[in-house]
């Protein structure tokens, strides 16, 4: 029978045959830290990563096949790498068919998509959707989305879109990849957040609801080493979009990929095609028997992502961030907190007994009077320049109270899950002064 994990088997028999190793790292397998030994290069029989033709060309088949993809690659440095080879992927696709050069995209993108347009000279037109509360969120509908893509003149590269997002919030991928479809453009979606959502009866992941790319950050939710990430294609996506994948990807990636991280890639196959679905089911059923269990705070959790626990704590009295000193206090460590959120992951790593834990450590959380303020939202701030223009024009740094006026010149000021607030080429207004207040951002980089 063919191995499931023939990367990590092949690396364990290599070194079990203490081989004098002439190559690349410089350790040499001797422990430092611990995993050395496991940490090779691109030797013989291992592979190369963006040339994939042997063990590598399997186990990414593998993951294909467990995610229901066309194709499916490894990246060892994050969904970010995913993201830049995206953005190039939506242009050169663009060049081909004849498409405007320009991504529609959610407002909440991670600061890696803008950067890699700005770089690649990709025209960005956001998409602010009706129902934003907040910076993290972008609920996009389908008929705002309709009417975003009838306004243009002819189609465009690609649809950009975040979920679900930092907050645990998903769109409706269905009815958004329709219109997509319906606008001959292709649908690539930041699924950092979402590898598990696969595992889902029925299944929830982007590759699933319509999306023709997406990027997960496999370390983000599964038991996967820091930087395992994916970048998926539809069964449906474009034959020529695909055989560009691995040149896109490594226009960017480091050609020194970490064994590690892809033997913990490797590896996550055989689990997710071991029990893990039923071990997810499980965990789902204690996370919302938390919530049932803790009445008070049961209306204040937010999101439609069954893995995230999001509470919106100021109705209770307190701000994200008090909650999570109130949780590190006694060993819980949060994912994120700011002013009005805090963010658990919960994953089927972790036991019923330490989501009781959980549990009973909220319930001593005493009610207080209720916070009222919200936070501010730039609404639509002005362009002024494209972000490629002002990423690349000299730049000088100033306190925020003395921005009033000026352009930004950084790619993003992004509240903390590296969101942007405003992007560079926009016009930083009153609002936008109390918002990088408000998030705790002293200065910014402004044009000269
Ligand atoms: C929505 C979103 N997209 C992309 C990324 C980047 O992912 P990675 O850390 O795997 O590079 C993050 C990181 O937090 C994220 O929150």
């Given at each position: 029978?063919?191995?499931?994990?023939?990367?990590?088997?092949?690396?364990?028999?290599?070194?079990?045959?203490?081989?004098?190793?002439?190559?690349?790292?410089?350790?040499?397998?001797?422990?430092?830290?611990?995993?050395?030994?496991?940490?090779?290069?691109?030797?013989?029989?291992?592979?190369?990563?963006?040339?994939?033709?042997?063990?590598?060309?399997?186990?990414?088949?593998?993951?294909?096949?467990?995610?229901?993809?066309?194709?499916?690659?490894?990246?060892?440095?994050?969904?970010?790498?995913?993201?830049?080879?995206?953005?190039?992927?939506?242009?050169?696709?663009?060049?081909?068919?004849?498409?405007?050069?320009?991504?529609?995209?959610?407002?909440?993108?991670?600061?890696?998509?803008?950067?890699?347009?700005?770089l690649?000279?990709c025209?960005?037109?956001?998409?602010?959707?009706?129902?934003?509360?907040?910076?993290?969120?972008?609920?996009?509908?389908?008929?705002?989305?309709?009417?975003?893509?009838?306004?243009?003149?002819?189609?465009?590269?690609?649809?950009?879109?975040?979920?679900?997002?930092?907050?645990?919030?998903?769109?409706?991928?269905?009815?958004?990849?329709?219109?997509?479809?319906?606008?001959k453009?292709?649908?690539?979606?930041?699924?950092?957040?979402?590898?598990?959502?696969?595992?889902?009866?029925p299944?929830?992941?982007?590759?699933?609801?319509?999306?023709?790319?997406?990027?997960?950050?496999?370390?983000k939710?599964?038991?996967?080493?820091?930087?395992?990430?994916?970048l998926?294609?539809?069964?449906?996506?474009?034959?020529?979009?695909?055989?560009?994948?691995?040149?896109?990807?490594?226009?960017?990636?480091?050609?020194?990929?970490?064994?590690?991280?892809?033997?913990?890639?490797?590896?996550?196959?055989?689990?997710?095609?071991?029990?893990?679905?039923?071990?997810?089911?499980?965990?789902?059923?204690?996370?919302?028997?938390?919530?049932q269990?803790?009445?008070?705070?049961?209306?204040?959790?937010?999101?439609?992502?069954?893995?995230?626990?999001?509470?919106?704590?100021?109705?209770?009295?307190?701000?994200?961030?008090?909650v999570?000193?109130?949780?590190?206090?006694?060993?819980?460590?949060?994912?994120?907190?700011?002013?009005?959120?805090?963010?658990?992951?919960?994953?089927?790593?972790?036991?019923?007994?330490?989501?009781?834990?959980?549990?009973k450590?909220?319930?001593?959380?005493?009610?207080?009077?209720?916070?009222?303020?919200?936070?501010?939202?730039?609404?639509r701030?002005?362009?002024?320049?494209?972000?490629?223009?002002?990423?690349?024009s000299?730049?000088?740094?100033?306190?925020?109270?003395?921005?009033?006026?000026?352009?930004?010149?950084?790619?993003?000021?992004?509240?903390?899950?590296?969101?942007?607030?405003?992007?560079?080429?926009?016009r930083?207004?009153?609002?936008?002064?109390?918002?990088?207040?408000?998030?705790?951002?002293?200065?910014?980089?402004?044009?000269?």
């Amino acid at each position: 029978m063919k191995s499931q994990i023939p990367l990590c088997d092949f690396v364990e028999q290599y070194a079990k045959s203490s081989p004098l190793r002439l190559h690349m790292p410089g350790h040499k397998g001797n422990p430092v830290l611990g995993p050395e030994a496991l940490d090779i290069t691109e030797i013989e029989g291992a592979d190369v990563l963006y040339s994939a033709q042997g063990i590598l060309l399997e186990s990414q088949a593998r993951a294909a096949e467990l995610f229901g993809a066309g194709r499916t690659f490894y990246s060892a440095e994050g969904s970010s790498l995913c993201i830049r080879a995206m953005v190039y992927l939506a242009l050169l696709y663009s060049k081909e068919t004849g498409r405007q050069p320009k991504i529609l995209a959610g407002r909440n993108a991670h600061k890696t998509f803008l950067t890699s347009a700005a770089l690649l000279d990709c025209k960005i037109q956001w998409l602010f959707p009706r129902n934003r509360e907040n910076l993290l969120s972008c609920p996009i509908t389908p008929e705002e989305l309709d009417t975003a893509l009838s306004e243009e003149s002819a189609p465009i590269a690609a649809v950009y879109l975040t979920s679900p997002d930092y907050l645990g919030n998903r769109v409706d991928l269905t009815g958004l990849s329709e219109i997509c479809k319906k606008h001959k453009t292709l649908l690539m979606v930041d699924n950092a957040h979402g590898a598990y959502l696969n595992f889902l009866s029925p299944s929830l992941h982007p590759m699933t609801l319509g999306a023709d790319l997406c990027c997960d950050s496999a370390h983000k939710t599964l038991p996967v080493l820091t930087g395992g990430a994916y970048l998926h294609f539809s069964t449906k996506a474009p034959a020529s979009l695909i055989s560009m994948a691995e040149s896109a990807l490594s226009v960017f990636a480091s050609t020194s990929p970490s064994y590690l991280i892809l033997q913990s890639l490797d590896y996550a196959n055989q689990i997710l095609a071991g029990n893990y679905r039923e071990r997810l089911a499980r965990c789902i059923t204690w996370t919302e028997a938390l919530k049932q269990q803790l009445p008070d705070l049961q209306p204040l959790f937010r999101g439609n992502e069954p893995l995230k626990l999001t509470l919106a704590p100021k109705e209770f009295g307190y701000t994200g961030r008090e909650v999570a000193d109130f949780l590190q206090k006694r060993g819980i460590i949060p994912e994120f907190s700011d002013p009005d959120f805090l963010v658990l992951m919960i994953s089927p790593e972790i036991s019923e007994q330490e989501i009781k834990r959980l549990q009973k450590t909220l319930a001593t959380l005493i009610p207080r009077k209720p916070i009222p303020n919200q936070p501010p939202l730039p609404l639509r701030p002005e362009t002024v320049c494209s972000p490629r223009e002002a990423l690349l024009s000299p730049q000088e740094e100033k306190n925020v109270q003395a921005c009033l006026g000026r352009i930004l010149g950084t790619p993003t000021v992004s509240c903390p899950p590296a969101v942007p607030i405003l992007v560079c080429g926009e016009r930083i207004d009153k609002t936008a002064i109390a918002c990088l207040e408000y998030y705790g951002i002293q200065t910014c980089r402004v044009l000269k």
